[in-house]
């Protein structure tokens, strides 16, 4: 499985929230590129457990975001990330439960688990948060 790259559309408008996306995309990809090399269970197990303690801090950014510029859809956005949360939770007990995990479907599921969130929900708030953003720039 090789290193999956980022992409100009994923952006948010937001320099700081892209460069955590593509944190977790980094992340996603160490996963892939740990298992190809025939990592011990126990250490993909940490890359997975780091992913959504950062995801965890990446969420809570973002609705952060989200109450200081007066984001409508904030509730619905935090149901999302809640969803998210439980998701890569299950996941990860799965994960240790399967026998043979494959990287192909490993990071096909959590880079869809990404971008689905990225271009459906974040995506949404971009023209609040880009205002912020260079509101602050001209104060
Ligand atoms: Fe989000
Ligand atoms: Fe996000």
């Known amino acids: 499985m090789g290193v999956v790259a980022w992409e100009e559309r994923y952006s948010v ?3 700081r929230l892209d460069q955590q996306h593509q944190k977790i995309v980094g992340m996603i990809n160490l996963l892939g590129e740990a298992m190809d090399a025939g990592t011990e269970r126990p250490a993909l197990m940490k890359i997975l457990s780091d ?5 965890k801090t990446h969420f809570a950014e973002e609705i952060l975001m989200m109450e200081q510029c007066g984001y409508p859809k904030l509730d ?16 990860y007990r799965n994960f240790y439960t399967i026998s043979r995990p494959q990287s192909t479907e ?6 869809n688990w990404l971008y689905e969130h990225i271009l459906q929900q974040d995506k949404q708030y971009a023209p609040y948060i880009g205002k912020t953003t ?5 104060a």
């Not at 935090?78 to 949360?85: D, I, V, Y």
């Not at 260079?134 to 001209?138: E, I, L, P, S």
């Open 134 to 138: 260079k509101d602050r720039q001209a």
């Open 106 to 111: 490993v990071i096909a599921f959590l880079l």
């Open 13 to 15: 408008g937001n320099e």
């Open 51 to 55: 992913l959504a303690g950062y995801t």
């Open 76 to 91: 619905e956005h935090r149901t999302q990330h809640a969803l998210l949360n439980r998701q890569l939770a299950e996941f």
